[in-house]
């Protein structure tokens, strides 16, 4: 048999006295405790759980989704602990979950890093119970009109049929009297009348009670929360070798928020110049605020994969009768302004641009707060500002109007995405219209609406008709009409007029063209044509356009007016 660890102590001090022996059996109890609490796993001596104390410090956002950095700093004694980020996204990509940290004086240890589903305890809203509480009260008041209308409805049948039972003559019954019959027919409407007034009184009552139930309904619907909301908590393991503060960020990629390309074009027909706002329109419902974030938006596409597509073998076969499919279940998705009117004066903070080989970020000047709920807000990118190419051209068949177009090169060594515009000509809105997509170098050309400066009147069309031939055998149509244009412009400006000549689809209709005339014509095959106008300021033009048609009389032509 071995020796008990402390049998040489307890021989040691055998021979040493009572007293002696108390103060060895003492120590024996010292050393034992020590060395039990020496033996203990450290991880219940240190390990704790620690809430983070996190806010969202930056913000990417695509044009389908946004990825969230999260920033924690707080002291944490030696040992292992769980740091806990509660409140997160319930519908986080898990897969996109990064912690990374540091600590003041180094030996921190990342152990394990989870996400799981978590609940928040919602409380009902004070207002919720006097809502209830009205619902309730009203909800009596109409059962007691029910009541009501019940009984009408008894005195309205037991009338009628009081009515019935004295106007049917029966053998027993002595028959009526004049006076007695007109006294049972005053009684019997009166009482009648009553009755049936009261029931429309209650009926009325009743359906005003009911919507204004329905109204109560629908606010205690929208105070009413639900029992529990779902969030997702990340727990991180860590040891750290000493007392230290970690500095750490968690990062993750969150569905319900996307941007859009929006633009406000301004051209200032004084100077020639177009500015072109380059907005970035955000909105999330992420079920968190980004409160005074740095944002950043990039037109990458996270949802495109990163692998080449396979081809597969193009094969032609003899077509088979086709079988029947069924339907299939379509997994529903999520669904990812105005004009600002702005002084001269103000111009916007250019974001960053950084375009890479793939895709362009933008990097939002200053903090920006985006509210969860789906609201849209603008943030400003970039301005492009240069003199434009200012043309117009009028369709006077059509419309008696003179359409801007301005052209510029997009001089940024990004893409102009595809998205909506906001047009203003000296300052007045025109319109508000779409682009396509804008790549370096290329021109963009934007559409400026009418300009109400440049007038254009179409006179009503004038006909002449004679007769061809020695025995007048042949018509001949003379068409003529007049398209009066004024510049009430300070400038000269120089327009393209669009028009038509017919064409003949057979031989025997000969139609000539009169007017116009010229180099300044441009005539297409199809019987279209352009004609460049110069005008001088405040000049008036009148444009003819002249042509005749001619055919035997026998010939019934149609295409003409």
Not at 178 to 203: I, P, S, V, Y
Not at 298 to 310: I, M, W
Request: glycine share 6%; proline share 5%; with cysteine.
């Amino acid at each position: 048999m071995s020796e008990h660890p402390f049998a040489s102590n307890r021989t040691y001090h055998r021979g040493v006295g009572q007293s002696g022996r108390r103060q060895c059996n003492a120590l024996q109890l010292r050393v034992l405790a020590g060395a039990l609490l020496f033996a203990l796993p450290v991880s219940h001596v240190y390990a704790d759980t620690l809430d983070a104390v996190s806010r969202i410090d930056s913000v990417t956002v695509y044009p389908d989704r946004a990825l969230v950095h999260r920033v924690a700093s707080q002291p944490i004694p030696a040992g292992e602990h769980e740091l806990v980020f509660t409140n997160l996204p319930a519908d986080m990509d898990e897969n996109s979950l990064q912690f990374n940290a540091n600590a003041s004086g180094g030996g921190l240890q990342i152990l394990h890093v989870s996400s799981t589903p978590d609940y928040e305890r919602v409380t009902e809203p004070a207002g919720l119970n006097e809502v209830a509480g009205q619902i309730d009260a009203l909800t009596k008041q109409v059962a007691g009109l029910d009541d009501q209308i019940d009984v009408a409805d008894s005195q309205i049948n037991f009338i009628r049929n009081y009515q019935n039972g004295h106007s049917v003559q029966t053998k027993d019954a002595p028959a009526l009297s004049t006076d007695g019959f007109l006294d049972l027919m005053k009684f019997t409407e009166e009482n009648l009348l009553k009755a049936m007034q009261t029931r429309r009184e209650r009926q009325v009552q009743k359906e005003q009670l009911l919507a204004r139930i329905k109204v109560l309904k629908q606010r205690q619907q929208q105070l009413r929360p639900s029992a529990r909301n779902e969030t997702r908590k990340v727990v991180v393991t860590l040891n750290a070798a000493q007392p230290a503060t970690i500095n750490s960020v968690l990062s993750y990629v969150v569905n319900g928020a996307a941007w859009s390309p929006v633009y406000d074009a301004r051209y200032d027909s004084g100077s020639g110049k177009l500015t072109l706002n380059y907005f970035g329109q955000v909105s999330q419902s992420t079920s968190e605020d980004w409160s005074d974030v740095a944002l950043t938006l990039s037109t990458a596409q996270p949802v495109t994969g990163v692998t080449l597509p396979q081809l597969q073998p193009w094969r032609v076969d003899v077509a088979t009768p086709a079988k029947p499919v069924p339907i299939a279940r379509m997994s529903a998705r999520r669904s990812a302004a105005p004009a600002m009117e702005m002084a001269d004066s103000a111009s916007y903070a250019s974001a960053n641009a950084n375009t890479g080989s793939t895709n362009t970020t933008f990097e939002v000047p200053g903090k920006q707060t985006i509210r969860t709920g789906g609201q849209q807000q603008r943030v400003p990118l970039t301005t492009l500002s240069e003199t434009a190419d200012l043309s117009y051209e009028l369709v006077p068949s059509k419309a008696s109007a003179v359409f801007a177009t301005v052209k510029i090169n997009n001089g940024k060594d990004f893409p102009l995405l595809a998205g909506s515009v906001n047009a203003f000509f000296d300052n007045e809105f025109i319109a508000a219209s779409d682009i396509k997509t804008v790549f370096p170098k290329e021109k963009l050309e934007l559409a400026m609406g009418v300009d109400q400066a440049i007038s254009v009147k179409r006179e009503p069309l004038q006909r002449f008709t004679e007769s061809t031939g020695l025995t007048g055998s042949g018509t001949r149509l003379t068409y003529e009409y007049k398209t009066v244009i004024r510049n009430n412009r300070k400038q000269p400006v120089e327009l393209v007029l669009h028009d038509r000549f017919p064409v003949s689809a057979d031989e025997k209709i000969d139609i000539k063209r009169l007017e116009p005339s010229g180099s300044g014509i441009a005539l297409k095959g199809d019987g279209r044509y352009e004609q460049t106008l110069t005008l001088a300021a405040a000049e008036e033009r009148t444009v003819l356009l002249k042509f005749t048609v001619q055919y035997p009389k026998s010939l019934d032509v149609e295409g003409l007016p």
